[in-house]
């Protein structure tokens, strides 16, 4: 089994910043694009950040400037760096990782548990 462990959100006042984490942990052979996503109240889950496995990233328009994506393979874990943070960056942040569990096995979507990030005023 693979297990996806979340860390960092929390409560912040706007302007401020954030540095969420996301391991992977369990049988994996190799992991894929890995990427953030966040839902906020009565919203629809979005995409925030994606990182492939060449290191290459897309953003958001909304987070554009702002976040910043990285990963680090030999740990597993992808970061995200969130500065200049405002009140609509309020939601529940998921994590995702496309894994690789042997050789053979097809590539798998592992998603976090969501870790609560609130912007005040």
């Known amino acids: 089994q693979v297990q996806l462990v979340e860390s960092g959100g929390g409560l912040v006042q706007a302007g401020g910043s954030l540095r969420l984490s996301c391991a992977a942990s369990?049988?994996?052979?190799?992991?894929?694009?890995m990427a953030w996503h966040r839902q906020a109240p009565g919203k629809q889950r979005e995409l925030v950040a994606r990182?492939?496995?060449?290191?290459?990233?897309l953003y958001a328009d909304s987070v554009k400037g702002r976040f910043t994506l990285s990963r680090n393979d030999a740990e597993n874990t992808v970061y995200l760096q969130m500065d200049r943070l405002t009140v609509e960056d309020t939601a529940v942040y998921y994590c995702r990782q496309e894994v690789l569990r042997f050789p053979g096995d097809y590539w798998i979507d592992y998603w976090g548990q969501g870790t609560q990030v609130t912007v005040s005023a």
């Open positions: 369990g049988t994996i052979a190799s992991i894929g694009t």
């Open positions: 990182i492939y496995s060449s290191g290459s990233t």
